[in-house]
């Protein structure tokens, strides 16, 4: 079965830095969209920042200009390089991804296990 893995989470102080790996694997034909989505509680899941097999980036609002989401697609693994974090940025962050498996025939949705990020003093 397809899984999205991920690590890196944890707990930093305001202005501190996490990098969030995710890795794919399975029996996948294509990864068309990886990205990173979170969740406060309370709140819903909402878009932090995604990328295509084509390098083509979007990034939210909220955490333009302090984070930064790259992708090598011979791993099959995406990461979220955040620095400058905030309070705000306490979230479960999760991986995503939309591919083409040998499972199944049309394009699916993933989702990794969300991995917890804290930002306290």
């Known amino acids: 079965q397809v899984q999205l893995v991920e690590s890196g989470g944890g707990l930093v102080q305001p202005g501190g830095s996490l990098r969030l790996s995710c890795a794919a694997s399975?029996?996948?034909?294509?990864?068309?969209?990886m990205g990173w989505y979170r969740q406060a509680p309370g709140k819903q899941r909402d878009l932090v920042a995604t990328?295509?097999?084509?390098?083509?980036?979007k990034y939210a609002d909220s955490v333009t200009d302090r984070f930064t989401i790259a992708r090598d697609n011979a791993k099959k693994t995406v990461y979220l390089q955040m620095n400058s974090l905030k309070p705000e940025d306490t979230a479960v962050y999760y991986c995503?991804?939309?591919?083409?498996?040998?499972?199944?025939?049309?394009?699916?949705?993933?989702w990794g296990q969300g991995t917890q990020v804290t930002v306290s003093s």
């Open positions: 995503n991804a939309d591919l083409i498996s040998m499972y199944r025939g049309p394009i699916e949705t993933y």
């Open positions: 990328i295509t097999s084509r390098g083509s980036i």
């Open positions: 399975g029996r996948i034909l294509s990864i068309n969209v």
